[in-house]
């Protein structure tokens, strides 16, 4: 793939990933993140999306729960209540949630070995997804939504990564890059921006 990224210069927290090889990190996640293992940690696991096709796999589940319903809509009088059509909506987003429930360990997994495989500390991703959770409960709680929303199940991904790195020898893990002059550069160049728009 020929991989490209992105900032999108919005303070909400939040990444994601499009088929191809198309990475966007919000400027809300560079704000927040405080060394470079932080935001390759981020960068690790939406490229593990793509390499997963979650986004691809996601949009063929879509596409065959319409056909589904369809059916039914037309073989049955389901859709012709309110109370059937409400269901048919919280039935499906709960078998979506679950489907991305699981893309998201798979690319928490495959992420932090993308971040250890060019040398990068992968306890990023532990403090930033720790960091998410407790501005969640915060003042700025409005800001991190997004990333909840998106990426579901963060509390039980956070006991997943300690699982991970429980694996790794801590001789491994002490002896990789956690930042850089050139994240911290690229840090105080972000501070002196205009605020993000609202």
């Known amino acids: 793939l020929h991989w490209r990224f992105a900032v999108v210069n919005t ?19 560079l704000t927040r993140a405080s060394n470079e293992s932080e935001l390759a940690s981020v960068l690790g696991h939406e490229i593990e999306h793509v390499v997963l096709r979650h986004s691809v796999k996601q949009v063929e ?3 065959g729960a319409a056909i589904g319903v369809a ?9 012709n209540s309110q109370l059937g059509q409400a269901a048919i909506q919280v039935g499906g987003a709960a078998v979506f949630a679950r489907f991305s429930r699981a893309d998201e360990v798979q690319a928490d997994e495959g992420g932090l070995q993308n971040v250890m495989r060019v040398g ?25 939504a997004s990333w ?9 991904r956070i006991a997943d990564v ?10 491994q893990l002490d002896s990789m890059r956690r ?19 609202a």
């Open 71 to 79: 059916l039914a809509c037309r073989l049955t009088r389901v859709c």
């Open 179 to 197: 930042d850089s002059p050139e994240f911290q550069s690229m840090k105080q160049a972000l501070s002196q921006l205009p605020p993000a728009p």
């Open 61 to 63: 589940h879509q596409e």
């Open 120 to 144: 990068i500390d992968p306890r990023g991703m532990l403090t930033f997804f720790e960091k998410l959770v407790a501005e969640e409960h915060g003042a700025n709680g409005g800001l991190v």
């Open 162 to 171: 300690r699982r991970l790195l429980a694996q790794v020898p801590q001789a």
């Open 11 to 29: 303070d909400v927290v939040n990444a994601f990933a499009l088929p191809g090889g198309y990475i966007y990190v919000n400027r809300g996640v």
């Open 148 to 156: 909840f929303s998106d990426h579901p199940g963060t509390q039980d």
